[in-house]
T-cell receptor, first 113, second 116 residues
Framework: AQKVTQAQTEISVVEKEDVTLDCVYE???????LFWYKQPPSGELVFLIR??????QNEISGRYSWNFQKSTSSFNFTITASQVVDSAVYFC??????????FGGGTRLMVKP | GAVVSQHPSRVICKSGTSVKIECRSL??????MFWYRQFPKQSLMLMAT?????????EQGVEKDKFLINHASLTLSTLTVTSAHPEDSSFYIC????????????FGSGTRLTVV
């Protein structure tokens, strides 16, 4: 069975602060994919990143960065210099050997001006 | 890029009536489509997986006769909520996958169903 845990249900920061969203996963599969999605208030899911289990390189895209550590089964997401527009719910998800995505519970990020 | 169109975005229906939600892949053929339900402030829960031309596979606890899924073509899947009740009020999201080797999932914009 697969499981994704996002321990932080809500985070509130002030604009320009850095914030890290935690994601811990469980799977018995040796090959798997990890994802992060953003869900703004409008509801649609916005794809942010996909990482496969054999690629442990950290990724940086603008103000976003991801830290993948297989040793701790974690795939954390950091937003640098947060902005009000970053306010949303962020989901971490896992795809193992099967075809389905398993989502974490989500972290609601509130960035205050 | 891959685009999935989901309609309607919002629907209000009376208790006891049925509602159909459409999910279309606009620029690719989706071999597999997924249907999720999301209650307020909760995560996405997979309801069913459908492959074109075959019966949908439902997750445990999801009533097949209540949530009818049809995937008649490679670009269209529909979810019909039959005899809707207030407890069916939720946000429904579809996701389309191009093929099994492409692990990208494209999501629709979701449908907010309110049953009164």
């Amino acid at each position: 069975a697969q499981k994704v845990t996002q321990a932080q249900t809500e985070i509130s920061v002030v604009e320009k602060e850095d914030v890290t969203l935690d994601c811990v996963y469980e799977t018995r599969d040796t090959t798997y994919y990890l994802f992060w999605y953003k869900q703004p208030p409008s509801g649609e899911l916005v794809f942010l990143i996909r990482r496969n289990s054999f690629d442990e390189q950290n990724e940086i895209s603008g103000r976003y960065s991801w830290n993948f550590q297989k040793s701790t089964s974690s795939f954390n997401f950091t937003i640098t210099a947060s902005q009000v527009v970053d306010s949303a719910v962020y989901f971490c998800a896992l795809k193992g050997a099967g075809n389905m995505l398993t989502f974490g519970g989500g972290t609601r990020l509130m960035v205050k001006p | 890029g891959a685009v999935v169109s989901q309609h309607p975005s919002r629907v209000i229906c009376k208790s006891g009536t049925s509602v159909k939600i459409e999910c279309r892949s606009l620029d690719f053929q989706a071999t597999t489509m997924f249907w999720y339900r999301q209650f307020p402030k909760q995560s996405l829960m997979l309801m069913a997986t459908s492959n074109e031309g075959s019966k949908a596979t439902y997750e445990q606890g999801v009533e097949k006769d209540k949530f009818l899924i049809n995937h008649a073509s490679l670009t269209l899947s529909t979810l019909t909520v039959t005899s809707a009740h207030p407890e069916d009020s939720s946000f429904y999201i579809c996701s389309a996958q191009r093929d099994a080797s492409n692990y990208g999932y494209t999501f629709g914009s979701g449908t907010r169903l309110t049953v009164v």
